[in-house]
């Protein structure tokens, strides 16, 4: 998948599935649906989302917006 053709302005907008079977990334309807093993408690998934893209993609991406909500927005930092 090509990640870069979803990076807007250094913004990438997200679904976030948590508590799944695996790590993975599907391209739905133009929207990118990001599934997370951890559960969304005490800010598990919103880490392992921040890790999954270092490791998977070699994003360094934060939480923009959405830290409570499973729509987010992650900002693309540079390196």
Do not use: C, W
Not at 15 to 26: C, E, F, G, L, Y
Not at 68 to 75: A, G, M
């Amino acid at each position: 998948m090509e990640i870069s053709q979803h990076i807007h302005n250094e913004l990438l907008r997200v679904h976030v599935i948590p508590n799944a079977s695996r790590n993975h990334v599907i391209e739905e309807h133009t929207q990118l649906k990001v599934y997370i093993k951890a559960v969304p408690d005490k800010n598990k998934a919103n880490s392992e989302l921040v890790r999954f893209f270092k490791k998977e993609f070699g994003l360094r991406v934060t939480i923009k917006s959405g830290l409570k909500s499973r729509d987010k927005v992650l900002k693309v930092l540079e390196g």
